[in-house]
């Protein structure tokens, strides 16, 4: 399986925007792009993911290389509440439609006041 | 999280005796999933279910197994726990599998002495 190469930890001050990076050089054409993240003894929450294009929500913006080898996920404005591991991920197709995610062992990003 | 619980919320365990960990969810979904989350590995896929009576292996399935008889039940069941699997394990939802976002459970912390 392929697999996420990220930084294991970021820094960042409240209200600045937040630029979190992945490498995922062996990916393949069907793999979709995940980015969740998980706060201490919680499940990981979903936060954005995509295929080839940019994609844009509420919480986030992601970022994908014309290649697909990297990706960047994209705060905007960074509270407290989003300190949390963040974990790229990559989705394999498996049986029936579903889909294998891939974790990665994450940034741990840390806002400061 | 909303729409989906996990029991128990802890556990501990002795050796070679079976445990049953249960995934049940409120919102119709029909992909299920379970993962452990181990340090140093992220999360890995055991099993995972497509369907009621639709499931197949994951990545570390050996010495677990699991049922589907309804569409909000899924059940995990160690079938003589050991200490390698002492662990939390987390439950994951999809309404319509690959390339979409999944809800996790909030885990289940298991300790197998």
């Known amino acids: 399986d392929a697999k996420t190469t990220q930084p294991n930890s970021m820094e960042s001050n409240e209200e600045e925007p937040v630029h979190l990076p992945c490498n995922h050089s062996?990916?393949?054409?069907?793999?979709?792009i995940h980015w969740y993240r998980q706060l201490p003894s919680q499940g990981p929450e979903y936060v954005i993911h995509?295929?080839?294009s940019n994609v844009n929500n509420r919480m986030a913006s992601l970022a994908i290389a014309e290649d697909r080898k990297s990706s960047t996920l994209i705060l905007h404005r960074a509270t407290l509440r989003d300190a949390a591991v963040y974990y790229c991920i990559l989705g394999h197709s498996l049986q029936g439609g579903s889909e294998k995610l891939v974790f990665g062992k994450g940034t741990k990003l840390t806002v400061n006041p | 999280d909303a729409g989906i619980t996990q029991s128990p919320r802890h556990k501990v365990t002795e050796t070679g005796t079976p445990v049953t960990l249960r995934c049940h969810q409120t919102e119709n979904h029909r992909y299920m999933y379970w993962y452990r989350q181990d340090p140093g590995h992220g999360l890995r896929l055991i099993h995972y279910s497509y369907g009621v009576k639709d499931t197949d292996k994951g990545e570390v399935s050996d010495g677990y197994s699991v049922s589907r008889s309804k569409t909000e039940d899924f059940l995990l069941t160690l079938e003589s726990a050991t200490s390698s699997q002492t662990s939390v394990y987390f439950c994951?939802?999809?309404?319509?599998?690959?390339?979409?976002?999944?809800?996790f459970g909030s885990g289940t912390r298991l300790t197998v002495v």
């Open positions: 994951a939802i999809s309404e319509t599998g690959l390339g979409y976002g999944y809800t």
């Open positions: 995509g295929l080839t």
């Open positions: 062996t990916i393949s054409g069907t793999d979709y």
